[in-house]
């Protein structure tokens, strides 16, 4: 039997999918395809790290690891839902609750000093940040809005906030002693074993990583982050939102970056409550308050010393006498810089450029903002387009273009600061990555508290990404630009290869150019706004970036991409949109019992993964499966029958229950397949003569709170709430009783 792996995940995705999946795997089952669940949510995760820790009947295999296997064999057809990429709070937050739920594992120890301590901290930081997606991209990424989502976007466009040409909304970014400026780039000639160590200036050497396997042809980089000069430069950034009244934000990504970004987000605490610091500093750091995990933190940790209350008061003070703060939630008090997970830049500059270049303020009005985005690489590209936006006003959804995206992600392809190759640098000296001959490759000099990080991209990966480039700008007729910056050491190397390996390719009558992430933002959105599509080529973090950036001025969100990975080995990732407003999400479900999560991405998945199914030697089926899930996706938006934002109206199940009778309803009218025309007829039937009771079942248990027995690991009582109306569920279980 044919088989989808269906990954389950955390909050709002895995609120959906109790609701979803039942009617996935039931229809799936007609055409003899199996959907089968693989556990990767942060607390499954947690659980398979400590199996020693707990009884056989706690135990949980390592689910993610045996996807890693599975996406390098022709047979993975795996939907991957989005996850949280823990950040500490995070972490320490689900751990909490699995101990609360019985689960005897151990704390998160903050300062490890013992072996056992160290160890227990290795496998917790096997489980932050961005631990997901480097083990199941063993494919380069293929993400696009479909027709039918531009087309109703068009139709129907979201909100765009009014530019004035007067805005004072800007970025502000390192200009030196950066990583982009930092970096340096090496190509190995051969396979070969690679030691980074540290060499103090009194000579004293310490291996930081060893054993770092390398291919020939492989891309090795290493970079630094000047702490000094990242101090220098967020002082005159808080004088400057000071000076000029606008709101102070940061934008990092303490999730995927998950050493990185949080010690820089430690300094922006420290730079903006600088008073603080310098009075209390001792007491702070010795206790562990040094921002990194956020002022909610540093709140919560004065609760036990003795002069907390003078301490918190001096904060107090500080946020009210300082420049602003941009809100998370006005309401609540919850600023810019209380948790390092809640502004991510990839879903927040968007956003502030979608809202006329504003951010919330303490009133919980819209102000313009300073968006403080410390490492140069890619901050020129939101400057770009909030220059444009000021000089050229909103982008118009009506009428705009598009930017799909190629990405370079295979084989953890440039996974920046989220591994064990990124560093907080102990001592004054030099860091090397040295060879086994021991020859020195790379080599900077650092101060301590510098943020040192290396990289790998394999060479087969870079040639499969060019591959993927050609094939999506012949089959779509757009021009594709690779974005590459002259100014990074890693770029030009990379540069190097993709104009080497561009002529292993027939080319002929294709736009194909490389530009600087700048100059390429230009010509995009240039394009954009005479209605004209233009395919993005970028590297792994930029493609985080543009398949939130682009869609998010589209199309209002990021979760209606369509998101294919085709695996190298043969098979096929289906990924399903982002999960950055997912915590909001639950919070509305446990306040009023309202799921505003919009599925649509997994619909599109779905059908993609049906049809890889067909086309790799499935049963025929799956095709028509797909081509009516499509038919049921494009009713679905023009019918407008996606989730609300406001209780008491369709959300997240109600859109469900309609997809599944406009699917039954497209499965009965087709003709390719009289087996399923037959099986869906009294489906359909049953679901068009029930859809008021139905409907109505669905929206009665909205507006009271709803229990879901916990929140990273939610219990059988979330799955009673997703799945509310006797009806529909009766209809459903049919199919395969």
């Given at each position: 039997m044919a088989k989808i792996i269906w990954t389950r995940t955390d909050e709002a995705p895995l609120l959906a999918s109790l609701s979803l999946r039942p009617i996935v795997s039931a229809f799936a089952a007609t055409a003899g395809v199996e959907v089968e669940e693989r556990d990767i949510s942060l607390a499954g995760r947690i659980l398979a790290q400590f199996p020693d820790y707990l009884p056989a009947d706690q135990q949980v295999s390592d689910a993610l690891a045996e996807l890693g296997s599975l996406a390098q064999t022709p047979a993975a057809n795996i939907i991957k839902l989005p996850n949280i990429s823990a950040s500490v709070p995070q972490l320490k937050a689900a751990v909490a609750e699995l101990q609360a739920n019985g689960f005897a594992i151990p704390d998160y120890p903050d300062n490890p000093v013992t072996d056992e301590e160290q160890a227990i901290r290795a496998r917790y930081d096997a489980v932050k940040g961005s631990a997901v997606n480097p083990v199941l991209r063993e494919g380069n990424s293929d993400r696009r809005a479909p027709g039918a989502v531009k087309n109703f976007a068009k139709k129907h466009p979201h909100r765009m906030g009014v530019w004035s040409q007067d805005s004072q909304t800007t970025v502000a970014t390192m200009e030196a002693n950066d990583f982009r400026h930092n970096e340096k780039s090496v190509i190995m000639p051969a396979a070969d074993v690679l030691t980074i160590k540290h060499v103090a200036a009194d000579g004293t050497e310490t291996v930081l990583r060893d054993n770092l396997k390398v291919l020939a042809g492989e891309v090795v980089d290493g970079t630094f982050m000047s702490a000094k000069a990242l101090d220098e430069f967020l002082a005159a950034q808080v004088a400057k939102a000071a000076a000029t009244g606008v709101l102070f934000s940061t934008h990092l990504k303490a999730t995927m970056m998950k050493v990185s970004d949080p010690v820089i987000f430690g300094h922006v605490v420290r730079a903006y409550f600088a008073d603080v610091f310098e009075k209390y500093g001792d007491v702070l750091l010795a206790n562990g308050l040094n921002g990194e995990n956020g002022l909610a933190a540093i709140y919560a940790g004065l609760d036990s010393l003795d002069n907390g209350a003078e301490i918190a008061a001096a904060f107090d003070a500080a946020l009210a006498n300082g420049p602003a703060l941009a809100m998370v939630n006005s309401d609540k008090g919850i600023t810019n810089l209380h948790v390092p997970s809640d502004v991510i830049v990839d879903a927040s500059m968007p956003a502030m450029i979608r809202t006329s270049g504003h951010m919330w303020n303490a009133a919980g009005e819209e102000q313009d903002t300073l968006a403080v985005i410390p490492d140069s690489s890619y901050a020129g590209v939101y400057q770009a387009v909030i220059d444009d936006c000021k000089a050229h006003g909103a982008f118009d959804p009506t009428t705009m273009g598009t930017v799909p995206n190629v990405g370079l992600m295979a084989q953890k392809a440039e996974e920046y600061g989220s591994h064990d190759k990124t560093f907080k640098v102990p001592a004054d000296g030099t860091v090397q990555v040295v060879n086994s001959a021991g020859d020195v490759l790379i080599e900077h000099e650092v101060e301590a508290g510098d943020i040192w990080r290396a990289c790998q991209t394999k060479d087969a990966p870079i040639q499969d990404w060019v591959k993927l480039a050609v094939t999506r700008a012949r089959l779509s007729g757009m021009p594709a630009i690779f974005w590459l910056d002259p100014e990074r050491a890693h770029d030009r190397n990379i540069k190097g290869l993709v104009e080497k390996y561009l002529t292993d390719h027939d080319t002929t009558g294709l736009d194909i150019?490389?530009?600087?992430?700048?100059?390429?933002?230009?010509?995009?959105?240039?394009?954009?706004?005479?209605?004209?599509?233009?395919?993005?080529?970028?590297?792994?973090?930029?493609?985080?970036?543009?398949?939130?950036?682009?869609?998010?001025?589209?199309?209002?969100?990021?979760?209606?991409?369509?998101?294919?990975?085709?695996?190298?080995?043969?098979?096929?990732?289906?990924?399903?949109?982002?999960?950055?407003?997912?915590?909001?999400?639950?919070?509305?479900?446990?306040?009023?019992?309202?799921?505003?999560?919009?599925?649509?991405?997994?619909?599109?998945?779905?059908?993609?993964?049906?049809?890889?199914?067909?086309?790799?030697?499935?049963?025929?089926?799956?095709?028509?499966?797909?081509?009516?899930?499509?038919?049921?996706?494009?009713?679905?938006?023009?019918?407008?029958?996606?989730?609300?934002?406001?209780?008491?109206?369709?959300?997240?199940?109600?859109?469900?229950?309609?997809?599944?009778?406009?699917?039954?309803?497209?499965?009965?009218?087709?003709?390719?397949?009289?087996?399923?025309?037959?099986?869906?007829?009294?489906?359909?039937?049953?679901?068009?003569?029930?859809?008021?009771?139905?409907?109505?079942?669905?929206?009665?248990?909205?507006?009271?709170?709803?229990?879901?027995?916990?929140?990273?690991?939610?219990?059988?009582?979330?799955?009673?709430?997703?799945?509310?109306?006797?009806?529909?569920?009766?209809?459903?279980?049919?199919?395969?009783?």
């Open positions: 150019s490389i530009k600087s992430p700048v100059e390429a933002t230009k010509v995009s959105i240039a394009r954009i706004r005479r209605g004209e599509d233009t395919i993005s080529v970028t590297g792994n973090v930029l493609r985080d970036y543009n398949t939130d950036l682009f869609p998010i001025l589209e199309l209002g969100t990021s979760a209606k991409m369509l998101s294919i990975v085709p695996l190298m080995a043969g098979g096929g990732l289906f990924e399903t949109g982002a999960g950055g407003s997912a915590p909001k999400h639950v919070q509305q479900v446990q306040a009023e019992n309202h799921l505003r999560w919009d599925s649509l991405g997994e619909f599109l998945a779905l059908a993609e993964s049906l049809r890889h199914i067909s086309n790799t030697g499935g049963t025929p089926k799956a095709a028509v499966l797909a081509d009516a899930l499509d038919a049921a996706t494009e009713r679905l938006l023009d019918e407008n029958k996606s989730p609300s934002r406001k209780a008491g109206e369709i959300d997240n199940r109600g859109s469900h229950f309609f997809l599944a009778m406009a699917w039954a309803q497209a499965l009965a009218e087709q003709t390719a397949d009289a087996e399923l025309a037959a099986i869906f007829a009294p489906v359909a039937a049953a679901l068009t003569e029930q859809a008021d009771t139905i409907a109505a079942e669905l929206l009665a248990v909205q507006g009271a709170p709803a229990d879901l027995g916990g929140y990273y690991l939610p219990s059988e009582k979330a799955t009673s709430v997703m799945r509310p109306s006797a009806a529909f569920n009766a209809i459903i279980d049919g199919l395969t009783a």
